[in-house]
Nanobody, 124 residues
């Protein structure tokens, strides 16, 4: 098991910003992919963004231009900078780690480990 610890969630007004962080404990996961998903009650977990070891990035269409994903490989850490937040961004945000690279980074089945989630609430 690889513990993933998220931080940075909270309450923010619409138009504001938050920065989420996620640290994967243990060894350095070379060639891994780290991603962010989100989930609201009654809905399936949906893809937000992912970043591969070599820096390749994929975003969901609904966050392009507003969210930025980045990672620090030496520290096994991934970040999600969220700007221009909207009320519909309210969700629990989950960090995920894929240690066996898959061609699909936008599906939950492509990831091996998950964080506990951090709540993001955007008030309108």
């Amino acid at each position: 098991q690889v513990p993933l610890v998220e931080s940075g969630g909270g309450l923010v007004q619409a138009g504001g910003s938050l920065r989420l962080s996620c640290v994967a404990s243990g060894r350095t996961f070379v060639n891994s992919c780290m991603g962010w998903f989100r989930q609201t009650p009654g809905k399936e977990r949906e893809f937000v963004a992912a970043i591969r070891w070599n820096g390749g990035i994929t975003y969901a269409d609904f966050v392009k231009g507003r969210f930025t994903i980045s990672r620090d490989n030496a520290k096994n850490t991934v970040f999600l900078q969220m700007n221009s937040l909207k009320s519909e961004d309210t969700a629990v945000y989950y960090c995920a780690l894929d240690i066996t690279p898959n061609p699909r980074v936008d599906v939950t089945s492509g990831y091996d480990y998950w964080g506990q989630g951090t709540q993001v609430t955007v008030s309108s």
